[in-house]
């Protein structure tokens, strides 16, 4: 049997129940990012129950509050909590009987499990105050670009704040085991959009104008070349078209527009952050050789999640406590975003990976209509939270 907090023994069946509720209310009403207005006053609810007073983002959803630390403690670094609280704009189809009631939205990103962990961890940090102040960071949209996070730390919300730490579902390991590691363990992500344009004309006298096709079918190819041989491919830095545009009204026509949407990925932090110019460069001197005119619309994504190591021991010893040696498990990077990086960007932090899988039911996917969570794992992310909040950083 894996470990248990002291503070909520006696209490078990309560605690876990309450968590199973908190989640499936969430999960039935799911909402979009930035709309979670429902989801936002519910949190609220059931904070200010637990005595808490929490604050709303700015931004119109999401929320966070403080719990002040045990009367007589000395400790004055702030530790952050965080949980994201936002939906997918897709169907379920788990067959749980408390699916989504939502048409086309869906929690298959586990972060109503994300939010249930976090008010968990609130109830327990309220019954047996921490030895330092700790900050309950419920915010919304992680799913869009670049992030509701982003919006959250403008907002300061970790202003004052030493270190942070957030879990995510993970649907490929087992429940027990959590993914721990220092480093990067997400990757950046940039949306790239380019439009070319021409004077269009007939397809007999390409000479006589531009090549609207022909020109974006290089830059298809061109730029992802200049991408691979000018980027250190040990970065894993990927470039990817998506959708390519153009023409659709006659055979013989030279269309007087195209667009291409993609995206570049990159496991390295610096590389995210010298990319665009790279990509800037080879589309415009392609469009010149073939006398397009190209407009680029670089959004610059999430860089990488990248673990401090000290924050990581201090997860990986909160994981031992909960789960004994063998629940911390190894972690590899994932070449997804993720938007917690804008806190990493600020303060150290530390990303873990919760296993939620029972070990026996087919394996399911985040993003996927048919994911399910093992609710077991429910209490198990609420006492980690809530123990790397009451560990001490290694002095010096
Ligand atoms: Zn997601
Ligand atoms: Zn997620």
Same mark, same amino acid.
């Given at each position: 049997m894996f470990g248990r907090k002291k503070s909520d023994s006696g209490d078990s069946d309560g605690f876990e129940g309450r968590l199973i509720g908190w989640r499936r209310h969430i999960h039935t009403h799911p909402e979009l990012s930035y709309e979670e207005t429902e989801t936002t006053d519910y949190i609220d609810g059931e904070l200010r129950s637990m005595g808490l007073e929490p604050t709303r983002f700015r931004i119109g959803t999401g929320l966070w509050c403080d719990v002040p630390a045990a009367d !007589?403690?000395?400790?004055?670094d702030v530790v952050a909590l965080r949980a994201d609280i936002d939906a997918l704009a897709m169907s379920e189809d788990?067959?749980?009987?408390?699916?989504? $009631?939502? #048409?086309? /939205?869906?929690h298959t990103c586990g972060h109503d499990g994300h939010t249930a962990m976090l008010l968990g961890a609130a109830e327990m940090l309220v019954a047996d105050p921490p030895p330092r102040p700790v900050r309950l960071i419920f915010q *919304?949209? $992680?799913?869009?670009?670049?992030?509701g996070a982003k919006d959250c730390v403008e907002e300061?919300? /970790?202003? !004052?704040?030493?270190r942070i730490i957030a879990l995510h579902c993970d649907?490929? %390991?087992?429940? !027990?085991e959590v993914g721990v590691t220092g480093g990067a363990i997400t990757s950046s992500n940039a949306k790239i959009g380019i439009t070319v344009h021409s004077d269009g004309g007939h397809t007999a006298r390409p000479h006589e104008t531009q090549d609207t096709v022909f020109a974006l079918a290089q830059i298809v190819t061109g730029v992802t070349a200049v991408v691979d041989r000018t980027? #250190? *491919? %040990?970065? !894993?830095t990927v470039l990817t078209w998506a959708s390519v545009k153009a023409g659709g009204?006659?055979?013989?026509v030279i269309p007087d527009s195209g667009q291409l949407w993609g995206t570049l990925r990159s496991a390295d932090r610096d590389v995210w952050a010298v990319a665009e110019p790279v990509v800037r460069e080879a589309v415009e001197a392609i469009a010149r050789t073939y006398g397009v005119r190209a407009e680029v619309d670089y959004v610059q994504g999430v860089p990488p999640v990248v673990n401090d190591d000290t924050c990581a021991d201090l997860a990986a010893a909160a994981v031992e406590q909960v789960?004994?040696? #063998?629940g911390v498990g190894p972690a590899v990077q994932s070449s997804g975003g993720e938007d917690f990086a804008w806190y990493t960007e600020e303060i150290p932090g530390v990303y873990l990976r919760l296993g939620v899988w029972d070990g026996e039911s087919e394996e399911t996917d985040l993003h996927h209509p048919g994911f399910v969570l093992d609710e077991a794992a429910l209490p198990h992310g609420a006492r980690i939270l809530d123990a790397f909040a009451r560990l001490d950083r290694p002095a010096g």
């Open positions: !007589g403690a000395t400790a004055t788990s067959g749980e009987p408390f699916a989504s $009631e939502v #048409d086309g /939205v869906a *919304p949209a $992680e799913e869009t670009m670049p992030g300061g919300v /970790v202003e !004052g704040v030493d649907p490929h %390991r087992r429940v !027990g980027i #250190d *491919p %040990r970065s !894993g009204t006659a055979p013989n789960l004994g040696p #063998d």
